[in-house]
């Protein structure tokens, strides 16, 4: 089965051209010119990426991008916008978009990219046998069939981490993830659980890294 690439831009001629590229590389491509449509389009149909410019009329970039990640969407989003500032790209990231990409772009750059991240979403599965396994209703995670033995709370970071490969969280939504009962803990804290489980894990695969830092976002899970 092609890969699904969802558009989602105003400006339908550079959509047009969009469909165009990423249809000769194979992907089963669809369009939408508005915000607000895109929820309801992905949960009725589905897609593996979406290419979400930032400003659409009836809902901006980032509200959808805050919305489909709220909805336990595990959609590869990119970000596609004019605006360049840095704020802007951090913010995207930080609501859960997988890369940003600033126009005026080439069509063949964009297809580099949808391939890149959904090559690393794939990428970032951890293997079924030999690999990663989390037993959620025993709090154990083992690693080539070896108990980490991680507290609780390494569990559930480890476990929010692991559920989007290749997505980067900041530390402000591990927190918000880890602790649901609301409790006020330093944002470092979360620093101390990913150096304890990056040990636990080098105990057992020491050449093995998949806890990764994004310098000055935060964290993300990627098996490589």
């Given at each position: 089965?092609?890969?699904?690439?969802?558009?989602?831009?105003?400006?339908?001629?550079l959509?047009?051209l969009?469909?165009?590229?990423?249809?000769?590389?194979?992907?089963?491509?669809?369009?939408?010119?508005?915000?607000?449509?895109?929820?309801?389009?992905?949960?009725?149909?589905?897609?593996?990426?979406?290419?979400?410019?930032?400003?659409?009329?009836g809902?901006?970039?980032?509200?959808?991008?805050?919305?489909?990640?709220?909805?336990?969407?595990?959609?590869?989003?990119?970000?596609?916008?004019?605006?360049?500032?840095?704020?802007?790209?951090?913010?995207?990231?930080?609501?859960?978009?997988?890369?940003?990409?600033?126009?005026?772009?080439s069509?063949?750059?964009?297809?580099?990219?949808?391939?890149?991240?959904?090559?690393?979403?794939?990428?970032?599965?951890?293997?079924?046998?030999?690999g990663?396994?989390?037993?959620?209703?025993?709090?154990?995670?083992?690693?080539?069939?070896?108990?980490?033995?991680?507290?609780?709370?390494?569990?559930?970071?480890?476990?929010?981490?692991?559920?989007?490969?290749?997505?980067?969280?900041?530390?402000?939504?591990?927190?918000?993830?880890?602790?649901?009962?609301?409790r006020?803990?330093?944002?470092?804290?979360?620093?101390?659980?990913?150096?304890?489980?990056?040990?636990?894990?080098?105990?057992?695969?020491?050449?093995?890294?998949?806890?990764?830092?994004?310098?000055?976002v935060?964290?993300?899970?990627?098996?490589?």
């Amino acid at each position: 089965m092609n890969e699904r690439i969802l558009i989602v831009e105003d400006e339908e001629k550079l959509a047009g051209l969009l469909r165009d590229y990423l249809a000769q590389e194979g992907f089963e491509v669809s369009m939408l010119h508005r915000g607000d449509q895109v929820e309801d389009w992905v949960r009725a149909n589905g897609t593996d990426l979406v290419l979400l410019d930032l400003m659409l009329p009836g809902k901006n970039g980032l509200d959808v991008c805050k919305a489909l990640r709220a909805s336990a969407s595990d959609v590869s989003i990119i970000m596609v916008t004019a605006r360049v500032d840095e704020i802007d790209r951090l913010l995207g990231l930080e609501l859960g978009a997988d890369d940003y990409i600033c126009k005026p772009f080439s069509p063949r750059e964009v297809v580099a990219r949808v391939k890149a991240v959904l090559r690393r979403a794939k990428k970032g599965e951890a293997p079924a046998d030999g690999g990663l396994a989390l037993d959620e209703a025993g709090y154990r995670a083992t690693l080539a069939g070896r108990d980490l033995g991680l507290t609780a709370v390494e569990f559930e970071l480890l476990k929010v981490l692991v559920s989007q490969p290749g997505r980067i969280y900041t530390r402000e939504q591990l927190m918000d993830l880890m602790y649901r009962d609301q409790r006020v803990v330093s944002d470092r804290t979360v620093d101390s659980h990913v150096k304890k489980i990056r040990r636990k894990i080098a105990a057992v695969m020491p050449e093995r890294e998949i806890v990764h830092s994004v310098y000055g976002v935060g964290y993300k899970y990627e098996w490589s």
